[in-house]
């Protein structure tokens, strides 16, 4: 069965310190979505492309998040400075299409502890 | 391993025991609406979706209901098993402008005793 991949699955970082995930989604799949799932709630959408195109990015605090899908394939989310609000579990999920936004499948998540 | 929502509402059901989850939705407009489970230290699992023109639907076990009227939703869970112990979260999907997203509500934890 396909499944959305992510690394790392933990990293430890310290504040100010600059950190990376990497997203692989399932074959076929055009839109790519980023989330933030802070302990307790439900996730909350950061970014999402449409192939290498950014279509919705109205929630991430780009003074020091940055997301790209350089091919339309597999996509990096970077934080620089690290803040110790930023723990957190972050999700990619992806979708056949915009069309299919009902229809995403997530990855398995990348816990991020600042110190 | 990880704990998901230490201060969740939780739902305590006996194995074998039907479970109905609830989720209270804010935009009269969304078109789908969908219900995940997360379990420790995963990501979301999709289960089922329903769309904004149906007001039931039955999947293995489970069976989703939409009330457009209070805007609510509920996920039942038939002869619920250990193996459903987790999170459970529903969304409902917008359109804004070119693009569509899903807006997730505040999880239950479901607890299965034995």
């Known amino acids: 069965e396909a499944e959305v991949a992510q690394s790392p699955r933990y990293k430890i970082t310290e504040k100010s310190q600059a950190v990376a995930f990497w997203c692989d989604p399932i074959?076929?799949?055009?839109?790519l979505y980023w989330y933030r799932q802070i302990l307790g709630q439900g996730p909350e959408l950061l970014v999402q492309?449409?192939?290498?195109?950014?279509?919705?990015d109205s929630q991430l605090p780009k003074d020091r998040f940055s997301a790209e899908r350089l091919k339309g394939v597999d996509s990096t989310l970077k934080i620089q400075p690290a803040e110790l609000g930023d723990s957190a579990m972050y999700l990619c999920?992806?979708?056949?299409?915009?069309?299919?936004?009902?229809?995403?499948?997530f990855g398995p998540g990348t816990r991020l502890t600042v110190t | 391993g990880e704990s998901v929502g230490l201060h969740l509402p939780t739902l305590s059901v006996q194995e074998g025991d039907n479970s109905i989850i609830n989720c209270a939705y804010s935009?009269?407009?969304?078109?789908?609406f969908i219900w995940y489970k997360q379990e420790s230290g995963k990501g979301p699992q999709f289960i089922i979706d329903?769309?904004?023109?149906?007001d039931k639907r039955q999947g293995q076990r489970v069976t989703v209901l939409l009330n457009k009227t209070v805007k609510h939703l509920s996920l039942q869970i038939a002869a619920t098993q250990p193996g459903d112990s987790a999170v459970y979260f529903c969304?409902?999907?917008?359109?804004?402008?070119?693009?569509?997203?899903?807006?997730f509500g505040t999880g239950t934890r479901l607890q299965v005793t034995l």
């Open positions: 999920a992806s979708s056949f299409g915009q069309a299919s936004s009902y229809e995403q499948y």
């Open positions: 969304a409902e999907n917008r359109h804004t402008g070119t693009a569509s997203k899903l807006t």
């Open positions: 492309f449409q192939d290498e195109s950014v279509v919705d």
């Open positions: 074959s076929g799949h055009a839109t």
């Open positions: 329903i769309r904004s023109n149906m």
């Open positions: 935009n009269s407009a969304s078109d789908y």
